[in-house]
C-alpha cells in the first residue's frame, strides 16, 4: 500500500559536529571532553578519534551540494561549543561563529533548511576541569553560550535544539563511563542529568529573552521498553528502565516533575541541594517542539543485582542492526502514540532514525544497501500510521547523513545514507541515499 506524507514534511538527514567535523585544532577551537577521551588509550575502538573524522570542516561545501543533489529538505547539524567558547565562557572566537554561518547561509541557498543543535556531547574540557555537568555551573555556562548564538545566528536557523540525548551524556558519560568525561558514579551521573535539563530550561528562557524569531526544542532518546516475560517482576522492571531513560527527561520537561516512582527508587542518590527551588520550573519553560530519536526496543528483566534499577536489558530476540540494535518499527508508531497521550498534542520531530550495517563499496562501485531501506521504509510507515493516528509529526531526520565517528566505536559501525571511503574522504552515496531521494520527492512510499 502506497502512503502519502504531506506537501510540507520535513525530510533530512542528521550529523554531530564532532562526528564529522576534524580540524580540531584549527581557527582557535578549544579541546573538548571527546578529545581528551578518544585520545585516553582504551577508551574507544582502536584508539580512533575525531581529529580527522569525515574532513567536514574543510569539506562543507561539497557536503552541502550533496545533500541537495539527494533532494533533502532539512539538515540537522550540531555546533561545537569548543569553537565558539573555546574555554567554555569568556571571549567568543569570532571564526567559530563564521564556519557555522558560512554553513547555514550555504544550505538556505540550497533550499535547505538548517537545523541546529547546541549540545551534543561535545563539552569544552575547560568547563569539564571546573566540574563539568555534574557541576551547577555549567548549567548556566551552556545558557551564555546559548544565547550568544541566539543573538548572532538565531533568525537564521529556523529550528533550534537545546541538547542531544541528554540521557546519553549523562549516564554513558557518567554511570558506564563508555562515553566521555568516562565517569561511574550514580550520583554524578543523575547531577549532570539534572544539569543539562536545567541547562535546557535556561537556554530555551534565554531565546525567548532574546525574541529569536525561529522556534526551539529538544531532542531525547525515546526508547520503547517492553517487559522480557508477563511476570509482574518483570514488568514493574520494565517501568523502572522506563523511569530511568524515558520519563526522567519527558516528565520535567513536559509536566514540571520529576516522576515520584523515580525519585523514591533514587532515594540518596538525590542529594537534597540538587534539585533546588524553581529548577522544575525552569526545566518545563514551554518548548515550540519536541525531537525524539528512536532506535530500537529494549526488553527488560528483573535482577535484584543490578543496582538501583534492579533492572537489566536481556539480550534481543528479533533480528538486529550491526550495533545488536534490535530492529522493531512497531516500537515508533507506539511511542508516538504513547507521547501524544501522556504529554500531549506537541508538535514532534524524529530527530534521528537509522541503522548500522557492513556497507561495502561493491565491484560495480555503489553500496547496495538494501537492508537500510527496508529498515527505513518500515519505520517511515510506523510514523505514518502515528500520523493518522493524530500525532503531530513534521519531520524526518535520517541518522545519519554521512559514515562518521560512532563514538566509542570509532569508525567501525557505519550509519551513513552516504558511505565514506576515510583514506580519499571520498563520498558515495548508498542506495538507500537514491531511495530516500524518491521518497522525498514524490512525497509517497510503496
Ligand atoms: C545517537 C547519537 C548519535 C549517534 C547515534 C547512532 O544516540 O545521538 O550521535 O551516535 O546514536
Known amino acids: 500500500m502506497t502512503v502519502r506524507f504531506p506537501e510540507n514534511f520535513l525530510w533530512g538527514a542528521a550529523t554531530a559536529a564532532y562526528q564529522i567535523e576534524g580540524a580540531v585544532r584549527e581557527d582557535g577551537r578549544g579541546e573538548s571532553i571527546w578529545d581528551r577521551f578518544a585520545h585516553t588509550p582504551g577508551k574507544t575502538y582502536q584508539g580512533q578519534t575525531g581529529d580527522v573524522a569525515c574532513d567536514h570542516y574543510h569539506r562543507w561545501e561539497e557536503d552541502v551540494a550533496l545533500m541537495r543533489e539527494l533532494g533533502l529538505r532539512g539538515y540537522r547539524f550540531s555546533i561545537a561549543w569548543p569553537r565558539i567558547f573555546p574555554e567554555g565562557a569568556g571571549k567568543p572566537n569570532p ?24 549540545y551534543h556531547w561535545d563539552l569544552p574540557q575547560a568547563l569539564q576541569d571546573r566540574g563539568g555537568w555534574p557541576n551547577r555551573e555549567t548549567a548556566y555556562r551552556f545558557a551564555e553560550y546559548a544565547r550568544y548564538l541566539f543573538e548572532t545566528l538565531g533568525d537564521a536557523i529556523p529550528l533550534w535544539i537545546t541538547l542531544n540525548e541528554p540521557w546519553c551524556a549523562a549516564f554513558y558519560g557518567h554511570l558506564t563511563g563508555e562515553h566521555a568525561p568516562g565517569i561511574r558514579d550514580w550520583r554524578a551521573a543523575l547531577a549532570a542529568a539534572h544539569h543539562l535539563l536545567l541547562g535546557h530550561g535556561l537556554a530555551v528562557r534565554a531565546f525567548r529573552e532574546v525574541g529569536v524569531r525561529a522556534q526551539i526544542g529538544i531532542t531525547l532518546l525515546c526508547t520503547h521498553f517492553a ?93 538486529v542492526t550491526d550495533m545488536g540494535w534490535e530492529i522493531y518499527p512497531q516500537g515508533l508508531e507506539v511511542l508516538l502514540c504513547r507521547l501524544h497521550q501522556t504529554y500531549g498534542n506537541i508538535p514532534i520531530y524524529i530527530t534521528e532514525s537509522g541503522m548500522a ?32 493516528a493524530g500525532v503531530d509529526l513534521r519531520g524526518y531526520f535520517v541518522w545519519t547523513l554521512m559514515d562518521n565517528f560512532e563514538w ?39
Do not use: C
Open 227 to 319: 517487559p522480557a516475560t508477563d511476570a509482574p517482576e518483570d514488568r514493574a522492571a520494565d517501568m523502572r528502565y522506563d523511569g530511568f531513560v524515558n520519563r526522567w527527561f519527558l516528565d520535567p520537561v513536559f509536566l514540571g516533575t520529576y516522576p515520584a516512582d523515580m525519585v523514591r527508587l533514587y532515594g540518596d542518590l538525590l542529594p537534597p541541594d540538587l534539585i533546588q527551588p524553581g529548577d522544575l520550573e525552569i526545566i518545563a519553560t514551554p518548548v515550540d517542539f519536541l525531537g525524539v530519536n528512536y532506535y530500537y526496543r529494549s526488553r527488560v528483566a528483573h535482577d535484584e543485582g543490578a543496582g538501583p534499577l534492579r533492572a537489566r536489558v536481556v539480550p534481543p530476540t528479533g533480528p
Open 357 to 388: 550495517a557492513r556497507d561495502e563499496v561493491g565491484p560495480d562501485g555503489q553500496v547496495h544497501d538494501q537492508e537500510r531501506i527496508d529498515y527505513l521504509r518500515a519505520h517511515f510507515r510506523a510514523a505514518h500510521r502515528a500520523m493518522a
Open 408 to 446: 566509542a566505536y570509532g569508525y567501525s559501525k557505519r550509519f551513513g545514507l552516504v558511505y565514506v571511503d576515510y583514506d580519499t574522504q571520498r563520498r558515495i552515496p548508498k542506495d538507500s541515499a537514491w531511495w530516500l531521494r524518491e521518497v522525498i520527492r514524490t512525497g509517497e512510499m510503496g
Open 95 to 118: 571564526k567559530g561563529v563564521d564556519f557555522y554561518r558560512r554553513l547555514v547561509e550555504a544550505l538556505r541557498g540550497a533550499g535547505i533548511t538548517p537545523v541546529a543543535t547546541l
